[in-house]
């Protein structure tokens, strides 16, 4: 069987469609993306693919709508929009069409699909207020992809579809940006967890380059770490590690007498020859060697043992 036509609806688009058809369009890259409510071309064929118009969901019969009633709903009861339904039977190709190692898929999917994918299905289907992302809701993935819709006033006959189409390439950053992201996350996971076992006891996890890691420590409890330093370009790194993604807060700060310093002024802080920049926000210090650097952590695991080792009045 061979996919000749991609089928979505024709007028203003939503961010499910053109998410599904990034995903489509990878892995049919020959068949033709038609945008129409014609009843013929919205009809299940074996040749076409149907998403976010027709009124059926069906996959079996390659269409993917979610607009009928009842409308096509999770395990958990929370509803799919199109991007839901084709990201749930086609993601996984997906994933193996950008090179997703075969044993992170099932990993890479699920995730992908609960961080990325549930939130464009929430607010498509009114499930989700656009409030929740607060006062810069504007700046939601949705609300960016419908920013590129045209104006009110353009009568160019062909207006949605060329925004349709110049709004794809940038959907497909996005998703791409994304799975990237997270794949890159779990091939990391091993390496993480190598270096954690070799750090011991010790406060100070080295690692071979930058990579996702507060995950994998929470993981591993490895409470005890509280810097991690690593290469970067001819330089090395001492990097803070945050309480969480939703704070600056750290297990521990950089000594408070580097902050904002750099070059012979931070050597003079330090006492480390080749100490080369400290941020003012004392979350990361930079070194010219891997013998500077972690001359430089060891100083900073002793001011922060004691910071908390001193009482406090």
């Known amino acids: 069987m061979t996919i000749t036509h991609l089928v979505t609806h024709s007028g203003g688009f939503h961010a499910d469609e053109l998410m599904s058809s990034v995903i489509l369009t990878r892995l049919f890259p020959d068949a033709t993306l038609l945008r129409t409510r014609d009843k013929a071309w919205i009809t299940p064929g074996e040749d076409k693919i149907i998403y976010d118009v027709g009124g059926d969901y069906d996959a079996a019969a390659q269409i993917f709508d979610h607009h009928q009633r009842p409308s096509p709903l999770r395990e958990d009861e929370q509803p799919f929009s199109s991007f839901g339904l084709i990201w749930k039977h086609f993601g996984s190709d997906y994933l193996a069409a950008l090179d997703v190692p075969e044993a992170d898929i099932d990993l890479v999917h699920a995730t992908v699909d609960t961080k990325f994918v549930l939130p464009i299905d929430l607010l498509d289907n009114g499930a989700m207020e656009p409030s929740v992302a607060g006062p810069l809701s504007v700046l939601t993935l949705p609300s960016l992809l419908g920013s590129l819709k045209p104006v009110f006033d353009d009568t160019s006959p062909t207006a949605d579809d060329d925004a349709f189409h110049n709004a794809l390439p940038i959907a497909r950053s996005f998703v ?15 390496i993480v967890e190598a270096a954690i076992e070799a750090a011991g006891e010790s406060e100070i996890l080295e690692l071979p380059m930058g990579m996702p890691y507060r995950s994998t420590l929470l993981k ?12 970067r370009g001819g330089d090395w790194t001492l990097n803070g590690i945050k309480l969480s993604h939703d704070t600056f807060d750290q297990r521990a700060d950089l000594p408070a007498s580097w902050a904002g310093l750099t070059d012979a002024a931070l050597e003079a802080a330090t006492g480390v020859q080749g100490a080369k920049f400290c941020h003012n926000a004392r ?30 009045t």
């Open 176 to 190: 791409e940006a994304f799975v990237a992201n997270i794949a890159a996350k779990y091939r990391a996971t091993g």
């Open 283 to 312: 979350f990361i210090a930079v070194a010219n060697s891997r013998d500077a650097i972690m001359e430089m952590a060891e100083i900073a695991v002793k001011e922060a043992s004691q910071a908390v080792a001193e009482p406090t």
């Open 220 to 231: 591993m409890e490895a409470d005890h770490i509280l810097f991690v330093v690593n290469p």
